[in-house]
């Protein structure tokens, strides 16, 4: 797997913890927020960053599934030592003359 692709799995992976992580403990999170102002701003405030964070994270991850499979099709299998991933014909070893002329007649 190439490295770009590699690396978008793995934020993607991240994402999508990150993601289950914060709608699993979001009910949670709303008490502590609450418990912590009078005046109930800061739940406000950060019932909107919460609600941001769930619909971006999973979404953002999915993407990034989606581009890593992209790239990995876009640029074939990977090429081993620097060489370049391309169907060579096989050389004819009948002749030492690496630039053979054609046949005239």
């Known amino acids: 797997m190439y490295p770009t692709a590699r690396r978008c799995v793995w934020a993607a992976v991240l994402l999508w913890v990150a993601g ?5 403990t979001a009910p949670t999170l709303y008490r502590l927020a609450d418990g912590w ?6 739940t ?3 019932d ?3 609600g941001f964070l ?5 979404p953002t991850g999915a993407a990034l599934i989606g581009a890593a499979v992209v790239i990995q099709t876009l640029k074939g299998t990977r090429p081993s030592r620097g060489m370049p991933a391309v169907d060579l ?3 004819d070893d009948s002749s ?3 630039f053979p002329t ?3 007649g």
């Open 102 to 104: 054609a046949p005239e």
């Open 54 to 58: 769930q619909l971006a994270l999973v």
């Open 48 to 50: 909107v960053l919460v």
């Open 20 to 24: 289950a992580a914060l709608t699993g």
């Open 89 to 91: 014909p096989e050389a």
């Open 44 to 46: 406000g405030a950060f």
């Open 37 to 42: 102002t009078v005046n109930g701003w800061v």
């Open 96 to 98: 030492s003359d690496p």
